[in-house]
């Protein structure tokens, strides 16, 4: 009998060296939780559709926990970040949690006149005071210094953001 092409080898495959090379595609750094207790989480560069696709509903998540009205369910689309040229300044990372969930993301894009816009900045509600959206800013940091990028880093937000 013919063994034939087995499929889902192939994907079980395909997947676990996608999340390898996302693995070391990252940055790792640890936050401390309510109880005082290290929590490991991951930053990283957007990659896969699928991430776009979790990173856009985490934000739309957000902007409900703010008041705006989004549909549930829905997703933020990102189509500024899917569709960057390689080379061009502008990235979506995603943070990760140790279960490899997205708990937030920090998008950064160069400006006409130079600088940098650091916007789609958020941290998952359950998540946020513990130090995560610190540790991504650093992150940006390190990445536009690493480009030798040395213009303004402009934040973007909104009035709803700064309330809450």
Same mark, same amino acid.
């Given at each position: 009998?013919?063994?034939?092409?087995?499929?889902?080898?192939?994907?079980?495959?395909?997947?676990?060296?996608?999340? %390898?090379?996302?693995?070391?595609?990252?940055?790792?750094?640890?936050?401390?939780?309510?109880?005082?207790?290290?929590?490991?989480?991951? *930053? !990283?560069?957007?990659?896969?559709?699928?991430?776009?696709?979790?990173?856009? @509903?985490? *934000?739309?998540?957000?902007?409900?926990?703010?008041?705006?009205? %989004?549909?549930?369910?829905? !997703? *933020?689309?990102?189509?500024?970040?899917?569709?960057?040229?390689?080379?061009?300044?502008?990235?979506?990372?995603?943070? @990760?949690?140790?279960?490899?969930? *997205?708990?937030?993301?920090?998008?950064? =894009?160069?400006?006409?006149?130079?600088? %940098?816009?650091?916007?789609?900045?958020?941290?998952?509600?359950?998540?946020?005071?513990?130090?995560? !959206?610190?540790?991504?800013?650093?992150?940006?940091?390190?990445?536009?210094?690493?480009?030798?990028?040395?213009?303004?880093?402009?934040?973007?937000?909104? =009035? @709803?953001? %700064?309330?809450?």
């Amino acid at each position: 009998m013919d063994k034939g092409f087995d499929l889902s080898q192939l994907v079980n495959r395909a997947k676990a060296e996608m999340a %390898v090379a996302r693995r070391t595609a990252q940055a790792f750094f640890e936050c401390r939780d309510d109880n005082d207790q290290a929590e490991q989480y991951s *930053i !990283g560069e957007c990659i896969a559709e699928a991430d776009y696709e979790e990173a856009g @509903r985490l *934000i739309a998540e957000v902007w409900r926990d703010m008041g705006y009205p %989004v549909e549930e369910g829905k !997703g *933020i689309p990102l189509p500024e970040y899917q569709k960057a040229r390689e080379g061009a300044l502008a990235r979506l990372l995603v943070i @990760r949690d140790a279960q490899d969930e *997205i708990i937030g993301t920090a998008g950064y =894009r160069r400006l006409e006149n130079g600088d %940098v816009l650091l916007e789609k900045f958020y941290v998952h509600p359950d998540k946020q005071g513990k130090g995560i !959206g610190k540790q991504a800013l650093r992150e940006v940091i390190k990445q536009l210094e690493e480009k030798e990028f040395n213009g303004d880093l402009v934040l973007d937000t909104n =009035r @709803r953001t %700064v309330d809450n």
